[in-house]
């Protein structure tokens, strides 16, 4: 059964950082793009970054860019999202996801994910 279990959140100060992992069983992780997304208390879960599946390319949400990086290891089945310069406005819920494997390439769109990990809780505030 495919699974994906983030860990690595926290509270932290503005300004601060944070690493986020994404851990995968069930099935090879390189054969699959993925995505982390988040939603903020009384919004819409939206998408903040994306790897695809040779990790040729990835994507950024606007308010992420410069800040945020994604990564990932497939020998450890792990995607990694770095977090720095973190703000107020990061605060949420953020998951990790995987696309269908037939899609190489990465989305920003909550609809374009199959499998989801239950998230994990992001808090920047003094």
């Known amino acids: 059964q495919l699974q994906l279990v983030e860990s690595g959140g926290g509270l932290v100060q503005p300004g601060g950082s944070l690493r986020l992992s994404c851990t995968a069983s069930?099935?090879?992780?390189?054969?699959?793009?993925i995505g982390w997304l988040r939603q903020a208390p009384g919004k819409e879960r939206e998408g903040v970054s994306c790897?695809?599946?040779?990790?040729?390319?990835?994507m950024y949400a606007d308010s992420v860019k410069g800040r945020f990086t994604i990564s990932r290891d497939n020998a450890k089945k792990t995607v990694y999202l770095q977090m720095n310069s973190l703000k107020p406005e990061d605060t949420g819920i953020y998951y990790c996801?995987?696309?269908?494997?037939?899609?190489?390439?990465?989305?920003?769109?909550?609809?374009?994910?199959?499998?989801w990990g239950q998230g994990t809780q992001v808090t920047v505030s003094s």
């Open positions: 069930g099935f090879i992780l390189d054969g699959y793009a």
């Open positions: 790897i695809s599946r040779r990790a040729s390319s990835t």
């Open positions: 996801a995987a696309r269908d494997w037939m899609y190489y390439s990465c989305s920003g769109l909550v609809s374009d994910y199959k499998y």
